[in-house]
């Protein structure tokens, strides 16, 4: 027994603006409960994932089980890979999101479009998903809004294989930033 409150750790930010931090250690000691608290929303509206790495315990590192996380979405089901995808917001979006989704959206400036950077967005979201069936997915820490827009155009031009290949890579990639937000560096 971990003696936190999962709930309140895991679903609030820190008073530092930061995700409560835990240990690779803590993680393993941590029960079912409390280690699908803590993964929570590391991969988007996806507790299987999760539930599926758990079986993996005990971790070395944030790495391992990263590399677990991603192996667990490699061998699932195509279905299950698109619904991975499709349980992403629309970047630009308006709607309820996740904290985490919140929160990396605002970093790039997403929350603050002006009406005609909004409906470029729209526009943009709905004509790729028209095209491939699912939302576009980037990690956009550290990008802003036009990187993410110009970004956007050119992967328009993808295949809907490589499309799909290319959110999976940049789900793993939300996930691994994600990750390190919730386990100390000193552990990593």
Same mark, same amino acid.
């Given at each position: ?77 195509? =279905?299950?890979?698109? !619904? /991975? &995808? ?7 979006? %308006? ?67 490589? =499309?799909?290949?290319? !959110? /999976? &890579? ?7 930033? %994600? ?10």
């Amino acid at each position: 027994m971990l003696g936190f409150v999962t709930c309140k750790l895991v679903t609030f930010l820190s008073e530092k603006g930061r995700w409560d931090m835990y240990t690779i250690e803590q993680i393993n000691q941590s029960n079912h409960e409390e280690f699908a608290a803590i993964t929570e929303g590391i991969f988007e509206h996806s507790p299987w994932i999760s539930k599926k790495v758990e079986t993996a315990k005990p971790f070395t590192s944030l790495q391992h089980l990263h590399q677990e996380m991603v192996a667990v979405v490699e061998n699932s089901l195509p =279905e299950e890979k698109l !619904a /991975l &995808i499709k349980a992403h917001p629309n970047l630009g979006d %308006r709607v309820a999101m996740t904290n985490h989704s919140v929160q990396e959206q605002k970093g790039a400036g997403l929350q603050n479009l002006t009406s005609d950077e909004y409906q470029q967005f729209i526009s943009m979201n709905h004509q790729y998903m028209e095209k491939f069936g699912f939302p576009f997915i980037l990690a956009v820490r550290g990008k802003n809004k036009h990187e993410i827009y110009e970004a956007m155009e050119t992967r328009f031009q993808n295949s809907k294989d490589i =499309e799909f290949q290319t !959110a /999976l &890579i940049e789900i793993y990639k939300i996930a691994r930033l %994600r990750l390190e937000e919730k386990i100390s560096q000193s552990f990593r």
